[in-house]
């Protein structure tokens, strides 16, 4: 099993920045990607980063792309999402995941709120 808890979500003006965090424990050896999803009010949760533990490739929806930036750090056992310019769109809960071997996503965070106001 692995353990997702995210923090750093909060209210931001339009065009503001927030960095989120993921941290990540327990049995990790059948873990390679980790990454964020989110749900917009109203809508289906939606795909946003995702980057490879053992590569550090990065993927990322197109509406972020230039804007956040997913990365690793402690030792993999930190995974963050700093976003930048952001948007009111941007407002909805930010979930973390985790695979496992080829299930993606399979572990998930409780998730945390980001608002962009105007």
């Known amino acids: 099993q692995v353990q997702l808890v995210e923090s750093g979500g909060g209210l931001v003006q339009a065009g503001g920045s927030l960095r989120l965090s993921c941290a990540a424990s327990?049995?990790?050896?059948?873990?390679?990607?980790f990454g964020w999803f989110r749900q917009r009010p109203g809508a289906q949760r939606e795909f946003v980063a995702q980057?490879?533990?053992?590569?550090?490739?990065?993927f990322y929806e197109d509406s972020v792309k230039g804007r956040f930036a997913v990365s690793l750090a402690d030792a993999n056992s930190t995974v963050f999402l700093q976003m930048n310019t952001l948007e009111p769109s941007d407002t909805a809960v930010y979930y973390c995941?985790?695979?496992?071997?080829?299930?993606?996503?399979?572990?998930w965070g409780q998730g945390t709120q980001v608002t962009v106001s105007t």
């Open positions: 980057i490879s533990k053992q590569s550090g490739t990065t």
């Open positions: 327990g049995n990790m050896y059948f873990t390679n990607n």
């Open positions: 995941a985790a695979d496992y071997g080829s299930k993606w996503p399979h572990f």
